[in-house]
């Protein structure tokens, strides 16, 4: 059996998907210590883990250094581009939002409006789909931020439980898209290691459906 390499997403997303992996069958136990070691082997199976940002999950699994990956479906509109996206994985679940400052009227003015941003390619296409011209101000983080020292007239962001919007006197005005972990592979992976691909994929699925239901 070859060798299947994983790459997951670093942060948000990891307890999750390590969770969803030790309910697949696999030992992670090594993956829980507080260590600054990024590749693991997994005992007693052909796979092998990789810790990453979110965007370089997207490069590592586009140049085939990895076979598959688990990554935001955030991430996956702002970059992705040539991979099979095979599954949803139901956590991580958030959602694209425009907001701006609490009380003002967005869409009520004729002046060109501003945009801050992590994702300037979401929010493009956004504004692009309703004929709107707005200037994108890409920001690294703390998007929140442009609005308040108006930099911008409002933000596209991912919004998890609303709390950092609220805590800056934001509020979301129109949804984007809907947002959750994928599992994506590379396309001459899914031909090469098709077996092994498929014997991982199917696990993970049976996990998911114990999750479901509750198990
Ligand atoms: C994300 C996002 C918001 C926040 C939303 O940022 O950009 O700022 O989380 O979460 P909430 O709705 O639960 O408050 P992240 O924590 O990834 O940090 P960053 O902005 O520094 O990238």
């Given at each position: 059996m070859s060798n299947v390499r994983i790459a997951l997403t670093k942060g948000r997303l990891e307890k999750k998907t390590l969770e969803l992996f030790?309910?697949?069958?696999?030992?992670?136990?090594?993956?829980?210590?507080?260590s600054r070691k990024l590749i693991f082997a997994l005992?007693?199976?052909?796979?092998?883990i990789v810790l990453a940002k979110a965007p370089d999950v997207i490069a590592y699994v586009e140049h085939g250094v990895c076979d598959l990956g688990v990554v935001g479906k955030d991430t996956i509109m702002e970059k992705g581009r040539s991979f099979y996206e095979v599954m949803d994985l139901g956590f991580g679940k958030c959602r694209f939002v425009l907001a701006v400052k609490k009380g003002e009227n967005f869409y009520e003015t004729y002046k060109s409006r501003k945009i801050a941003t992590k994702y300037a390619e979401v929010a493009k296409s956004f504004f692009d789909n309703k004929n709107m011209d707005v200037e994108i101000i890409k920001i690294e983080g703390s998007v929140e931020l442009a609005p308040i020292l108006g930099l911008a007239d409002g933000i596209v962001d991912i919004v998890e439980t609303g709390t950092t919007l609220r805590e800056n006197g934001l509020v979301p005005i129109e949804d984007v898209a809907c947002v959750s972990a994928r599992m994506i592979v590379n396309q001459a992976s899914m031909k090469m290691k098709k077996h092994e691909i498929q014997d991982f994929l199917k696990k993970c699925e049976a996990a998911l459906e114990v999750n479901e239901n509750g198990e």
């Amino acid at each position: 059996m070859s060798n299947v390499r994983i790459a997951l997403t670093k942060g948000r997303l990891e307890k999750k998907t390590l969770e969803l992996f030790r309910k697949a069958g696999y030992d992670c136990s090594e993956l829980n210590e507080k260590s600054r070691k990024l590749i693991f082997a997994l005992p007693d199976s052909n796979i092998e883990i990789v810790l990453a940002k979110a965007p370089d999950v997207i490069a590592y699994v586009e140049h085939g250094v990895c076979d598959l990956g688990v990554v935001g479906k955030d991430t996956i509109m702002e970059k992705g581009r040539s991979f099979y996206e095979v599954m949803d994985l139901g956590f991580g679940k958030c959602r694209f939002v425009l907001a701006v400052k609490k009380g003002e009227n967005f869409y009520e003015t004729y002046k060109s409006r501003k945009i801050a941003t992590k994702y300037a390619e979401v929010a493009k296409s956004f504004f692009d789909n309703k004929n709107m011209d707005v200037e994108i101000i890409k920001i690294e983080g703390s998007v929140e931020l442009a609005p308040i020292l108006g930099l911008a007239d409002g933000i596209v962001d991912i919004v998890e439980t609303g709390t950092t919007l609220r805590e800056n006197g934001l509020v979301p005005i129109e949804d984007v898209a809907c947002v959750s972990a994928r599992m994506i592979v590379n396309q001459a992976s899914m031909k090469m290691k098709k077996h092994e691909i498929q014997d991982f994929l199917k696990k993970c699925e049976a996990a998911l459906e114990v999750n479901e239901n509750g198990e």
